[in-house]
């Protein structure tokens, strides 16, 4: 391995435990119970508006969507408005449907810019510079999915993201910190400088935190719809902040932009119906190929934790994963074969060669042969009374996007376009690679591993989940669903427990300090499992963050994730705050 690539692995490896580092305050997130619905977020402030909405008589994509607004207010390092997202839809009447509002490359973008004269990536560019900034989609998802599908209107659902940004919320521990740490990145954007910081000094615990332009942008938005985002003075602050720094966003672009209405990717997982994001996202793919290559196994017997149920899982991750790096991408644009990757054949076939006593080595798992056919993000679940269920993943890719606050409009911009294959074969911001499938094109989606997942038992959603964490975003995901299928965990066990990740290359193990017991440890190495690296699992680390609600007996279950700050909230306890 050459010494760049290692230094590449390492630097990967400490800016996803990096990203979940934050300090965490308040009480511990407990999962909590309510029979009128639920809410669960990364932003106790962002819950309670949703939680709130479903109080006031709005269905969970209300309550979903007001989430979203309020996340981009309370939770600026991924809730956003100049970023993307994807929401995974279940209506009480059995409709499922998905919105994709990703980002996309801007017109002018091509396939080498990220690449200098000798044909090398340039440092920083796809991540850390106007270049590096996909067209927004948020605002527009976010709204087709109010008008189609919600309850209420735009004004009742975005007037508590305003509030929250005019007049401004005390900043707990958590956010003052992670502003605090990123002063040095800000430092660049005057913009930023001027959000992020108390007239100059970092913010302190405590302090009120007020987003005047940003509250601005709402109310335009508020006020005309899309218009107020990807036309007039918003647009023009957009494509003004790109003129500054050489970026690619023109106008044409921004009214050019329109969220897709997508068929959820839908597998089945031993008698219970998985439904999940498609392309351009690699999470449902992955998600249904893993389980469908599981389910023959009894996991259940194996155990929780056990060496041979972890070997299973790890070699199921690092099929999937390699098949991501050669055949996924934007199905708009490249013949992504969806209907045999998440076929329960193509799954016998692509685990075929599994030795129960082996670990395989990454460089000798190619792709799967298929005939040709055509450090940030957020996660929130919600379900209503009425049946319906909302997983809504969203993200500005690294934590505050590429840090740049677009003057006089008050919001980041996402570092979306690393998500591209820059370069056939390179690592991204990940350690993900990519091949033509997600090479840049004008206009095209970058390859996501977003995964808002419902699980669905006799038609009815049991559960929603779903998570941040960049590549480890379909295995955390993965984990959440088996650990309530395969063990029958609660849903409190089923977040918290202990997570692994494996990601085909590079050929390692990330896992959570107790993942694994010292003798799971010692089987697994003998297996020939290499390179088991442990991440520190504390309050505020560790992999993945899976707000996540389950249906039970008792009513709607929410539980944030333990790893962070977030919260679970029911429309009950809103009513009870809201007096
Ligand atoms: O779409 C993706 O897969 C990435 N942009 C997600 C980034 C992410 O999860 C960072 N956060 N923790």
Same mark, same amino acid.
């Given at each position: 391995?050459?010494?760049?690539?290692?230094?590449?692995?390492?630097?990967?490896?400490?800016?996803?435990?990096?990203?979940?580092?934050?300090?965490?305050?308040?009480?511990?997130?407990?999962?909590?119970?309510?029979?009128?619905?639920?809410?669960?977020?990364?932003?106790?402030?962002?819950?309670?508006?949703?939680?709130?909405?479903?109080?006031?008589?709005?269905?969970?994509?209300?309550?979903?969507?007001?989430?979203?607004?309020? !996340? &981009?207010? /309370?939770?600026?390092?991924?809730?956003?408005? #100049?970023?993307? $997202? @994807?929401?995974?839809?279940?209506? %009480? =009447?059995?409709?499922?449907?998905?919105?994709?509002?990703?980002?996309?490359?801007?017109?002018?973008?091509?396939?080498?810019?990220?690449?200098?004269?000798?044909?090398?990536?340039?440092?920083?560019?796809?991540?850390?510079?106007?270049?590096?900034?996909?067209?927004?989609?948020?605002?527009?998802?976010?709204?087709?999915?109010?008008?189609?599908?919600?309850?209420?209107?735009?004004?009742?659902?975005?007037?508590?993201?305003?509030?929250?940004?005019?007049?401004?919320?005390?900043?707990?521990?958590?956010?003052?910190?992670?502003?605090?740490?990123?002063?040095?990145?800000?430092?660049?954007?005057?913009?930023?400088?001027?959000?992020?910081?108390?007239?100059?000094?970092?913010?302190?615990?405590?302090?009120?935190?007020?987003?005047?332009? !940003? &509250?601005? /942008?709402?109310?335009?938005?508020?006020?005309? #719809?899309?218009? $107020? @985002?990807?036309?007039?003075?918003? %647009? =023009?602050?957009?494509?003004?902040?790109?003129?500054?720094?050489?970026?690619?966003?023109?106008?044409?672009?921004?009214?050019?932009?329109?969220?897709?209405?997508?068929?959820?990717?839908?597998?089945?997982?031993?008698?219970?119906?998985?439904?999940?994001?498609?392309?351009?996202?690699?999470?449902?793919?992955?998600?249904?190929?893993?389980?469908?290559?599981?389910?023959?196994?009894?996991?259940?017997?194996?155990?929780?934790?056990?060496?041979?149920?972890?070997?299973?899982?790890?070699?199921?991750?690092?099929?999937?994963?390699?098949?991501?790096?050669?055949?996924?991408?934007?199905?708009?644009?490249?013949?992504?074969?969806?209907?045999?990757?998440?076929?329960?054949?193509?799954?016998?076939?692509?685990?075929?060669?599994?030795?129960?006593?082996?670990?395989?080595?990454?460089?000798?798992?190619?792709? #799967?042969?298929?005939?040709?056919?055509?450090?940030?993000?957020?996660?929130?679940?919600?379900?209503?009374?009425?049946?319906?269920?909302?997983?809504?993943?969203?993200?500005?890719?690294?934590?505050?996007?590429?840090?740049?606050?677009?003057?006089?409009?008050?919001?980041?911009?996402?570092?979306?376009?690393?998500?591209?294959?820059?370069?056939?074969?390179?690592?991204?911001?990940?350690?993900?690679?990519?091949?033509?499938?997600?090479?840049?094109?004008?206009?095209?989606?970058?390859?996501?591993?977003?995964?808002?997942?419902?699980?669905?038992?006799?038609?009815?959603?049991?559960?929603?989940?779903?998570?941040?964490?960049?590549?480890?975003?379909?295995?955390?995901?993965?984990?959440?669903?088996?650990?309530?299928?395969?063990?029958?965990?609660?849903?409190?066990?089923?977040?918290?427990?202990?997570?692994?990740?494996?990601?085909?290359?590079?050929?390692?193990?990330?896992?959570?300090?107790?993942?694994?017991?010292?003798?799971?440890?010692?089987?697994?190495?003998?297996?020939?499992?290499?390179?088991?690296?442990?991440?520190?699992?504390?309050?505020?680390?560790?992999?993945?963050?899976?707000?996540?609600?389950?249906?039970?007996?008792?009513?709607?279950?929410?539980?944030?994730?333990?790893?962070?700050?977030?919260?679970?909230?029911?429309?009950?306890?809103?009513?009870?705050?809201?007096?």
């Amino acid at each position: 391995m050459s010494t760049s690539f290692a230094n590449r692995l390492n630097g990967s490896i400490l800016l996803i435990s990096s990203m979940f580092f934050g300090l965490a305050h308040g009480v511990a997130p407990k999962a909590l119970i309510d029979d009128g619905g639920m809410v669960a977020s990364r932003s106790a402030l962002a819950t309670e508006v949703g939680a709130q909405i479903l109080a006031d008589g709005g269905n969970a994509i209300d309550a979903a969507v007001a989430t979203g607004f309020a !996340l &981009a207010v /309370t939770y600026p390092s991924a809730g956003n408005l #100049g970023g993307g $997202g @994807f929401m995974v839809i279940h209506l %009480a =009447d059995g409709t499922v449907i998905a919105n994709d509002h990703r980002e996309r490359a801007p017109g002018a973008a091509s396939k080498d810019m990220f690449l200098d004269e000798e044909g090398q990536l340039v440092k920083g560019l796809s991540t850390a510079s106007h270049l590096a900034v996909g067209v927004p989609g948020t605002v527009a998802g976010l709204l087709d999915v109010l008008a189609r599908y919600g309850r209420l209107d735009r004004k009742r659902v975005m007037q508590p993201a305003i509030d929250l940004a005019a007049k401004g919320f005390v900043l707990d521990r958590d956010l003052a910190a992670q502003f605090a740490r990123r002063q040095d990145v800000f430092a660049k954007h005057p913009a930023s400088v001027a959000v992020f910081t108390n007239e100059g000094a970092p913010y302190r615990m405590g302090e009120l935190f007020v987003q005047t332009d !940003l &509250a601005n /942008t709402l109310r335009r938005i508020q006020k005309h #719809g899309k218009a $107020g @985002f990807y036309e007039g003075e918003t %647009a =023009d602050l957009l494509v003004a902040e790109m003129q500054r720094g050489g970026g690619l966003i023109s106008h044409q672009d921004l009214l050019g932009y329109q969220s897709s209405w997508r068929e959820p990717i839908r597998g089945t997982y031993r008698g219970h119906e998985i439904v999940s994001m498609p392309p351009p996202s690699s999470g449902g793919i992955l998600l249904v190929q893993m389980l469908n290559m599981l389910e023959p196994y009894d996991i259940a017997s194996m155990g929780y934790g056990s060496a041979q149920s972890i070997h299973l899982m790890i070699e199921a991750e690092r099929r999937a994963y390699a098949d991501r790096a050669e055949h996924l991408g934007d199905a708009d644009f490249y013949p992504v074969p969806i209907k045999e990757l998440i076929s329960k054949e193509y799954a016998t076939k692509r685990f075929a060669n599994f030795d129960a006593k082996r670990a395989s080595i990454s460089a000798d798992i190619g792709a #799967g042969e298929i005939p040709a056919e055509s450090l940030e993000t957020t996660h929130a679940s919600v379900m209503d009374k009425d049946g319906n269920a909302v997983a809504y993943t969203t993200t500005l890719n690294l934590s505050y996007g590429a840090k740049m606050v677009v003057a006089g409009a008050g919001f980041l911009l996402n570092n979306e376009m690393d998500d591209f294959s820059a370069k056939e074969n390179s690592p991204n911001a990940f350690g993900l690679i990519g091949r033509k499938a997600n090479a840049i094109e004008p206009g095209k989606r970058m390859l996501s591993s977003m995964t808002p997942t419902i699980v669905r038992k006799d038609g009815k959603p049991l559960l929603v989940t779903g998570s941040p964490g960049g590549s480890t975003i379909i295995t955390t995901t993965l984990q959440v669903v088996m650990n309530v299928i395969d063990h029958g965990m609660s849903l409190s066990d089923a977040v918290s427990s202990p997570r692994f990740h494996h990601q085909w290359q590079p050929d390692r193990v990330m896992h959570e300090t107790y993942a694994f017991s010292p003798d799971t440890q010692a089987l697994l190495e003998s297996m020939g499992h290499k390179q088991l690296i442990a991440i520190p699992a504390f309050y505020g680390g560790g992999i993945g963050d899976a707000n996540s609600v389950m249906h039970i007996d008792q009513g709607f279950q929410g539980m944030a994730d333990p790893r962070n700050a977030g919260a679970a909230m029911g429309p009950g306890r809103a009513q009870r705050s809201a007096q």
